[in-house]
């Protein structure tokens, strides 16, 4: 009987272990099927994805870069295509040793390995980063033929931007290089649509219409999708989106006249600024010393990049936009205008000019020391008389000379279309509160305001500043923006899919006014201070001469420039427009540490004339002796700006692969 119980009792437990046996297989298998249900059903879209992307990859199209063209279509940037061979350092073993090797078939410099090392370390380790570019077709055939010694090498065909003129406009042009870590970071903030599209870019624009024009120049990447093996090695195209090349950008500048200009300014430094007062349309855009941009596009080496930024001449510096200067006595027509706008003083308001000033017991020196006797309005600015102008200032006021002078662009951004520009100041009781600390310099001194009347003392103004202001006045006070772009074009096509336009600002001068001071700047180039350089054109013209100091000299001391390092010489500037009818072109000009006015500047400004309005293009004696300051009119007969050849047989040939 025992034993019976016995053997129920174990029959009993059997059946639980069974039964809980079974639930727990019944249960796991429902946690199966219900990961089955999960993944198969629910999730089946999602994974199947990640299942064809992990067997595919998406490689993107980069897009060629759009060209830069001046106004009558001459290239100032474009694209060729060339073979570069380029490492991937994720899968060198030995990046060092490769290198020695490839250098028996390809001619790699020590340049080469410099601009590797830097790229390298801005990129990460599975970019394909260039070691050697522009190979010839005899190194592409000598590396294909050894290829299986060199995994991870691989020769690629890229294109690469040129600028065919070199030095020619690089300012206004600007440059391409490659993408670095805090321009990376601005992307970041970008559109997930706009960082998509910068997928596989390694280079940007990088200053002057490069920069502005970036997002336009860029187009619009595609995409190839491809089927990997499990080496990650491409096996098959499975679909693909082309690129849409970048748009063409066409400037306002007038290449042929930006070379004139940079060939007569030679070895000097300086700006020029020359605009369309009818539109705002800049013709020329000019910053002495310049650089070739060409240096930039494949990462400029350590030795190229230490002169251009060491140089005393800084070439990099963009002095048309960013440079600030003194405006001298071209500030004399401006504030000729500002008499009579605030009712200061009328045309025939005339004053007794001694050859100096006296405020309280300072000596304030005019023209030399020199008397000029009785001088009204047009008289003091064909002979420049320093005493109407210190004695205007007075009679003015800082305050009142500020808010004349804010509305023309004086100290104040143009908005011109090219990033960098600076304000320069324009001085006021307000300003000068606010720039210094020390209590004492806070305040305004009465004296100060007497210099302001003949561009110096605080004055400082970019020659942009001062071309808009002169553009501006040509126009009988109707203000334009000043703009480098004048259309966007199709690249394929060639049609136009925008053009910029400048709606006017009309800063309400009374036309009698205008004409007044438009009339004694053509008495400048009469009987004034730059009649020798414009004799015998066929064109009337006005302008004002102008001579800024870079250093102090004292009322006590006299300028000898001869004494002075050439650094410390006075600058020499001129602002002008033409013709006097129905002006077409105002222009400043700054030539830095040269000394009068009419020497160095004048000449410069009179042979832009010659090219816009009578299409003359002066010769080598012509040029030479501008670069000199000997010029006054032209040597010699003139050549024909239009049948010139193009590039001029100085500029470098286009590089092609």
């Known amino acids: 009987m025992t034993e019976l119980r016995n053997v129920d009792a174990e029959l009993g437990e059997f059946r639980t272990r069974i039964t809980v046996a079974g639930v727990f297989v019944l249960f796991a298998f429902a946690i199966l099927a219900s990961r089955m249900v999960y993944l198969q059903v629910l999730r089946h879209d999602e994974l199947l994805e990640q299942a064809e992307t992990n067997r595919t990859t998406i490689l993107p199209v980069v897009p060629q870069r759009g060209q830069i063209l001046d106004r009558h279509g001459k290239v100032l940037a474009t694209n060729y295509s060339a073979y570069t061979l380029e490492l991937t350092p994720s899968k060198v073993k030995d990046i060092n040793a490769t290198i020695e090797a490839l250098s028996t078939l390809v001619n790699i410099e020590a340049r080469d390995k410099r601009r590797f090392r830097q790229l390298m370390q801005e990129s990460r380790l599975f970019d394909s980063v260039p070691i050697r570019t522009r190979l010839s077709d005899e190194e592409v055939a000598r590396f294909a033929a050894q290829r299986y010694r060199f995994p991870g090498v691989e020769v690629k065909a890229r294109l690469f931007r040129q600028y065919p003129n070199g030095e020619v406009g690089s300012h206004a042009i600007g440059y391409i290089g490659r993408i670095n870590q805090r321009e990376k970071t601005d992307i970041q903030t970008w559109s997930e649509e706009d960082q ?83 539109n705002g349309d800049v013709l020329a855009f000019v910053s002495k010393p310049t650089f070739d941009p060409n240096l930039f596009v494949d990462g400029i080496d350590v030795d190229n990049w230490r002169a251009l930024n060491e140089s005393p001449d800084k070439p990099l510096l963009n002095r048309a936009l960013r440079g600030t200067y003194p405006p001298g006595s071209t500030y004399k027509p401006f504030m000729a205008l500002g008499a009579l706008e605030t009712g200061t003083r009328n045309v025939n308001t005339t004053i007794n000019d001694p050859g100096y000033w006296m405020f309280g017991n300072h000596r304030f020196r005019s023209h ?290």
Not at 234 to 239: D, F, K, Q, T, Y
Not at 256 to 271: H, I, P, T, W
Not at 442 to 457: A, D, N, V
Not at 475 to 494: F, L, M, R, W, Y
């Open 196 to 278: 998509a599209n910068y997928r596989g870019t390694e280079h940007i624009g990088k200053l002057g219409a490069e920069e502005s024009h970036e997002r336009l120049l860029h187009g619009i990447t595609g995409f190839e999708r491809v089927e990997t093996s499990a080496g990650g090695r491409a096996v098959r195209s499975l679909a693909n989106q082309p690129s849409i090349s970048g748009s063409t950008v066409v400037l306002t500048i007038d290449v042929r006249l930006q070379k004139l200009v940079e060939d007569m300014f030679g070895d000097r430094r300086g700006a020029l600024v020359a605009i369309d007062p009818r």
């Open 368 to 657: 030399g020391e020199s008397s000029l006797g009785a001088v009204d309005l047009s008289k003091s600015i064909v002979k420049s008389s320093n005493t109407y102008y210190y004695s205007l200032a007075n009679e003015m006021g800082v305050d009142t000379i500020h808010d004349f002078m804010k509305p023309l662009g004086f100290g104040q951004l143009t908005g011109i279309d090219v990033g960098g520009e600076v304000r320069g100041v324009l001085p006021s009781q307000a300003w000068k509160r606010n720039s210094f600390k020390n209590p004492e310099q806070k305040r305004w001194i009465p004296g100060e305001t007497i210099s302001l009347g003949i561009g110096q003392g605080y004055n400082t103004f970019t020659m942009l500043q001062l071309a808009h202001a002169m553009a501006t006045l040509a126009n009988q006070g109707k203000k334009h923006t000043p703009h480098i772009t004048a259309s966007v074009q199709d690249p394929a096509t060639g049609q136009q899919i925008s053009r910029v336009v400048s709606t006017p600002i009309d800063l309400g001068y009374k036309a009698e006014h205008v004409q007044a001071v438009l009339e004694a700047m053509h008495g400048v180039t009469v009987e004034g201070t730059s009649a020798r350089v414009f004799a015998g054109t066929s064109y009337k013209s006005g302008g004002k001469t102008g001579t800024a100091q870079a250093v102090t000299i004292g009322q006590s001391e006299r300028y000898d420039a001869a004494k002075l390092l050439e650094s410390q010489r006075d600058h020499s500037l001129y602002v002008a427009f033409a013709p006097l009818e129905a002006p077409q072109v105002a222009l400043a000009v700054v030539v830095e540490n040269a000394g009068f006015g009419a020497a160095h500047a004048a000449p410069i400004a009179r042979r832009v004339f010659d090219y816009l309005l009578l299409d003359q293009y002066p010769n080598e004696q012509d040029l030479a002796a501008v670069r000199l300051g000997q010029a006054a009119s032209p040597i010699g007969k003139p050549l024909k700006a239009s049948e010139m050849p193009w590039p001029p047989k100085d500029l470098p040939a286009v590089i092609t692969p």
